[in-house]
């Protein structure tokens, strides 16, 4: 089974400032990851996704991530923090449930980020 | 294009009671996901049911079971309701078994059980 690890459970910035949320995948095959953003009470929305195309990747609300396979690593960047990015970010990949080609996503435990005005 | 919807949004249960959660795919979805969040962790795969058969089911004991009907929809039924099982259940939709990567999810249930 693979796995996801995202370092920091909590990351602070500043309104502006560079956000850069961490993660960490093993995988012994080409991995699908993505990252979902859950605002406080609602479910997940997907922000982007890595399926194997382009190594950088574009998302929604000015959010992007790079897939670096040597590192094994899909970190999630934005230039410039707002306000309302305040909320917390989960990266998951996408594990074959089994021998078939159904999958699950498997998530990490997530990083709540807080926006300092 | 309606999404993925939930109910109900809250749930206070009693331990050993059984409870029901309902869940509704995106429209022209028809593999539906369960996973349950506990308070700050992240999802966990419950089970997926793809053409109203189960497709795969992750590390949860079988009172937790499902359904899923010729529309797509989907039921959560746990039963003998204990204290950990309190956290928000997520539905998530997606089209397709091979696809069933891209999956969008619903707002949640929030059940409490005491």
């Known amino acids: 089974a693979q796995s996801v690890t995202q370092l920091g459970s909590h990351v602070s910035v500043s309104e502006g400032a560079l956000v850069l949320l961490r993660c960490n995948y093993s995988s012994s095959v080409p991995p699908y990851l993505f990252w979902y953003v859950q605002y406080p009470n609602q479910g997940l929305q997907l922000l982007l996704k890595?399926?194997?195309?382009?190594?950088l990747v574009k998302g929604i609300n000015g959010f992007e991530a790079e897939f670096k396979k040597s590192e094994t690593s899909f970190h999630l960047t934005k230039p410039s923090a707002h306000m309302s990015d305040a909320a917390e970010y989960f990266c998951?990949?996408?594990?074959?449930?089994?021998?078939?080609?159904?999958?699950?996503?498997?998530f990490g435990s997530g990083t709540q980020l807080t926006v300092l005005p | 294009e309606t999404g993925v919807t939930q109910s109900p949004t809250h749930l206070i249960k009693t331990r050993g009671q059984q409870v029901t959660l309902r869940c509704s795919s995106q429209s022209g979805h028809n593999t539906v996901s369960w996973y349950q969040q506990a308070l700050g962790q992240g999802p966990q795969f419950i089970f997926q049911y793809y053409r109203e058969e189960e497709n795969g089911r992750g590390n949860f004991p079988p009172r937790f079971s499902g359904l899923q009907f010729p529309n797509y929809s989907s039921e959560l039924n746990v039963n003998a309701l204990e204290l950990d099982d309190s956290a928000l259940y997520l539905c998530a939709s997606s089209l397709g078994q091979v696809d069933s990567y891209e999956q969008y999810f619903g707002p949640g249930t929030r059940l409490t059980v005491t």
């Open positions: 998951a990949v996408s594990d074959p449930i089994s021998s078939g080609s159904a999958r699950q996503l498997t």
């Open positions: 890595y399926t194997s195309a382009a190594t």
